[in-house]
Every structure is written in structure tokens, then in C-alpha cells.
């Protein structure tokens, strides 16, 4: 998770501006302690109980304030590296 989240927070994607939200979906595996290392550069939501991807999905969606939305599992699924390509690739 913490690799995840500074990759994602140094990912240049100017000239737009970053808001980065965390859904934590009832997490026992450590995950809150390591969101307090970062709270100042991410929005955290927390989840009293375990309702799956797709309810932490919805959960992030309706804080979500920006144009373009990436969805990052903490899996590293995808690189965050290639989020400013993508938004330039959706921009043009």
C-alpha cells in the first residue's frame, strides 16, 4: 500500500490538479496504520464494514470532485506511472 501511494502521488499530471481518495473497506491487514503516514496528501474514507470492491468503488466515486477519475487497486494492477499519458490521451 505505501509503495502504491507514492507512486501515485508523484505521478505528474500537470496541468491538472491531483486529488487522491483512499477506501479503506474494512481493512485488517495493517492498512490504516499506514494511511496515517499519508493523510495529509489523501482524502481517507473507512468503511465500518466489508462491502467489495464495488461499494468502495461507489463509496470514492461520490467523493470524488474531478473530471477524469483513474481507479487504482492497491494490487498495483496498473501502473500509476502511466496515469499522465492516459489523461493526455483523454484530453486531446
Same mark, same amino acid.
Given at each position: 500500500?505505501?509503495? /502504491? *501511494? ?17 477506501? @479503506? @473497506?474494512?481493512?485488517?491487514? &495493517?492498512?490504516? #496504520?499506514? =494511511? %496515517?503516514?499519508?493523510?495529509?496528501? =489523501? %482524502?481517507?474514507?473507512? /468503511?465500518?464494514?466489508? &462491502? #467489495?470492491? &464495488?461499494?468502495?468503488? +461507489? +463509496?470514492?466515486?461520490?467523493?470524488? =470532485? #474531478? @473530471? ?7 494490487? *498495483? ?9 492516459? =489523461?493526455? %490521451? /483523454? @484530453?486531446?
Amino acid at each position: 500500500m505505501a509503495e /502504491l *501511494l507514492k507512486r501515485v502521488l508523484s505521478a505528474d499530471i500537470s496541468p491538472w490538479t491531483k486529488e487522491v481518495i483512499v477506501v @479503506d @473497506d474494512a481493512s485488517t491487514d &495493517g492498512t490504516p #496504520g499506514i =494511511l %496515517k503516514g499519508f493523510r495529509k496528501s =489523501l %482524502k481517507v474514507i473507512r /468503511l465500518d464494514e466489508n &462491502g #467489495g470492491k &464495488g461499494t468502495a468503488v +461507489r +463509496r470514492g466515486l461520490s467523493e470524488a =470532485l #474531478g @473530471d477524469y477519475i483513474v481507479i487504482q487497486d492497491a494490487d *498495483l494492477e496498473y501502473d500509476p506511472v502511466d496515469i499522465p499519458a492516459l =489523461l493526455k %490521451k /483523454l @484530453d486531446s
